[in-house]
């Protein structure tokens, strides 16, 4: 099955910025059919939201109002990376980043996540 890394989480002031990245690894025949990769990103009290995802062409997709123009989705079919560029932060913004990978038969992914706090 499908495993992931994230990394590059940490402490971060407001209006700053850090660059998560999520690596995939796995039995070949499922990292090579990964569909969807992408952040989820969860509050205290377990609130999970989705911030962002992307399909094997690098079409982003935003699920929150509050990421779009301070978030990027990217991703690296080669590499199986998927990276998410966070700009301009706010204290909302903290929370633990979860990445996730589709691949068939409807399997998921899931990182283990990574916190993001913002210090006002």
């Known amino acids: 099955q499908v495993q992931l890394v994230e990394s590059g989480g940490g402490l971060a002031q407001t209006g700053g910025s850090l660059r998560l990245s999520c690596a995939a690894s796995?039995?070949?025949?499922?990292?090579?059919?990964?569909?969807?990769m992408g952040w989820f990103r969860e509050y205290p009290g377990n609130r999970r939201e989705l911030v962002a995802d992307?399909?094997?062409?690098?079409?982003?997709?935003y699920g929150e109002d509050r990421a779009k123009g301070r978030f990027t989705i990217s991703r690296d079919n080669a590499k199986k990376m998927v990276y998410l560029q966070m700009n301009k932060f706010i204290p909302a913004d903290t929370a633990v980043y979860y990445c996730?990978?589709?691949?068939?038969?409807?399997?998921?992914?899931w990182g283990l996540g990574t916190q993001v706090t913002v210090s006002s």
């Open positions: 796995g039995p070949t025949i499922d990292v090579n059919t990964i569909s969807v």
């Open positions: 992307t399909g094997r062409g690098g079409v982003p997709h």
């Open positions: 996730y990978a589709d691949y068939p038969c409807a399997l998921r992914a």
